[in-house]
């Protein structure tokens, strides 16, 4: 059984009402992510439909909503220009099958180590995207097709209706929340156009969105590995742009809900649907930052507003196309420029002065390549940068406490880790020449990580044995003393078992 309401504070009347909200601001974007992918419009409409359905039905995250989405078009677009869609239609099934197999040796998890500063970066850079992809609503086609911007009565009425779409979004709850102010803006809005015949462009000067039920369709690729090796690295990067995207919007929604999402499972969802998707014609997808914010702020908390937007999306494409291409671009456009300003961390701005250095050059860099390339690259860097950040610090933070014991014994108490980062300093503790016959480590506050850490060890070792001195360590953990035991006679030391033993970061009486 699925939980279609996940709060008590939800209702059944709100996830109603706010999927239709989504359904609604839905088409146009599906439609122009089509277009970018270099597809006919209802492929990107069944996408939206099927992914939609699918993720919110056994996605591991209600409330979350997904679809064909800008950050897997631009990937896509070059795989249709030279093989043709047939072959998207078969990277997207492969897609799926990665994902599925991500959810199912549950990496998932990983999402843990993306840092706080990145997901700033993220959170802000989509927001930019979303806001650069709304300007082309402010184009027109000339005679010759070169997209000009608007100008005059159109430019002006463009700008109002926007204007108007987003007060209406912004006061309306102030009265009354038993209605999504967003589907509101966009009927009364609708209604204003064509009840005063106003000049400004529509759904339907997009492209037509009627279309029958998605039938099963089987890529026409012939099986080969000459065409596995052309759809794998789309399938791969696609893969893992739809995770990452997915994860972090999950993320995104549990703090905004302060609920929990199920990382893994939403993996499992995510693949399912794409896999789906291919066999019927659809472009593929993953998690809507801005659709899920669309739905989170007009009331939807359960898998039945997901489920909603998904359904009311397919009776718009069957039965209702001309209702849906009677809504004027300018509502949606305010919509989403709504979502723009709920996406963007406005507070990152206010604290980039406070936090570290490296932490706000870490938020304005993933932001940045997030604009300028995609997702995956923007989190991928950022994660490598703050993971560097990481090792450079704690690299400096280890140092060794000296006292000599009985026997004219010298003991080191180090303190810090030992890993690559941290050799050089580790053996900058340490003064063979000058040290008594015996000398001793003591790891009560520091640990030896992986093979760096056993070849510092290792070395120091060599150079008190080429002095005639005897080296011991002393407090070891039990991941350390594992370490050595599997060195075998690479270690030349007597490790000192301690009776007293604890876990290395534990004081010791």
């Known amino acids: 059984m699925f939980d279609f309401i996940v709060r008590k504070s939800a209702s059944s009347k709100a996830d109603l009402l706010s999927g239709l909200t989504v359904a609604l601001a839905l088409v146009p974007e599906a439609v122009a992510f089509a277009f970018v992918a270099g597809v006919a419009p209802l492929v990107g409409l069944y996408a939206a439909f099927m992914v939609g359905l699918i993720t919110a039905v056994i996605g591991g995250r209600p409330g979350m909503i997904s679809g064909a989405t800008g950050a897997l078009a631009v990937v896509m677009v070059d795989l249709v220009a030279e093989h043709g869609v047939e072959y998207l239609f078969a990277t997207v099934v492969l897609m799926g099958i990665i994902q599925v197999s991500a959810g199912l040796l549950k990496l998932g998890k990983f999402i843990r180590l993306i840092p706080h500063p990145v997901m700033l970066g993220f959170v802000n850079g989509l927001a930019i995207v979303i806001f650069l992809a709304q300007l082309g609503q402010f184009k027109v086609a000339d005679a010759s097709g070169t997209m000009q911007w608007l100008q005059g009565p159109s430019l002006y009425w463009m700008l109002g209706l926007v204007a108007l779409t987003m007060a209406i979004i912004v006061l309306l709850p102030k009265l009354t929340l038993a209605f999504p102010s967003a589907l509101a803006a966009i009927l009364i809005v609708t209604a204003l156009v ?108 359960g898998r039945l507003s997901g489920i909603t937007a998904a359904l009311a999306l397919l009776v718009f494409i069957v039965f209702a196309s001309s209702f849906i291409e009677m809504i004027p671009l300018a509502a949606l456009t305010g919509v989403m420029f709504m979502v723009v300003v709920g996406t963007f961390a406005w507070t990152s701005l206010r604290i980039l002065h406070k936090i570290p250095l490296s932490d706000a050059l870490v938020l304005v860099l993933v932001s940045a390549v997030t604009v300028f390339t995609d997702l995956a690259i923007a989190v991928a860097v950022g994660v490598i940068v703050s993971a560097l950040v990481f090792a450079w610090q704690n690299a400096r933070r280890i140092y060794a406490e000296t006292s000599l014991g009985g026997n004219g014994i010298k003991i080191y108490r180090l303190n810090g880790p030992l890993f690559f980062g941290s050799v050089r300093s580790f053996h900058d503790q340490f003064s063979p020449n000058d040290d008594p016959d015996e000398v001793v480590i003591d790891f009560r506050g520091s640990r030896v990580c992986a093979h760096s850490g056993l070849e510092a060890i290792n070395s120091l070792t060599e150079r008190y044995l080429a002095q005639g001195k005897r080296l011991r360590l002393k407090h070891l953990s039990p991941e350390c003393r594992s370490l050595l035991a599997n060195a075998g006679s690479m270690i030349e030391v007597n490790v000192i078992e301690d009776p007293r033993y604890r876990v290395a970061v534990d004081s010791l009486a």
């Open 194 to 301: 064509h009840g005063f015949d106003l000049d400004t462009r529509t759904v339907g000067d997009l492209a037509s969105v009627a279309g029958g039920l998605p039938t099963w369709h089987l890529p026409l690729v012939t099986p080969s590995v000459e065409n596995l090796l052309i759809i794998l690295p789309y399938a791969v990067i696609l893969a893992s742009i739809g995770l990452i995207e997915s994860l972090m919007t999950l993320t995104l929604v549990d703090e905004i809900t302060e609920t929990r999402g199920r990382g893994n499972r939403e993996c499992i969802g995510q693949g399912v649907a794409n896999i789906v998707t291919g066999f019927f014609g659809g472009m593929g997808g993953c998690a809507m930052i801005g659709q899920s914010i669309i739905n989170i702020n007009s009331g939807g908390r």
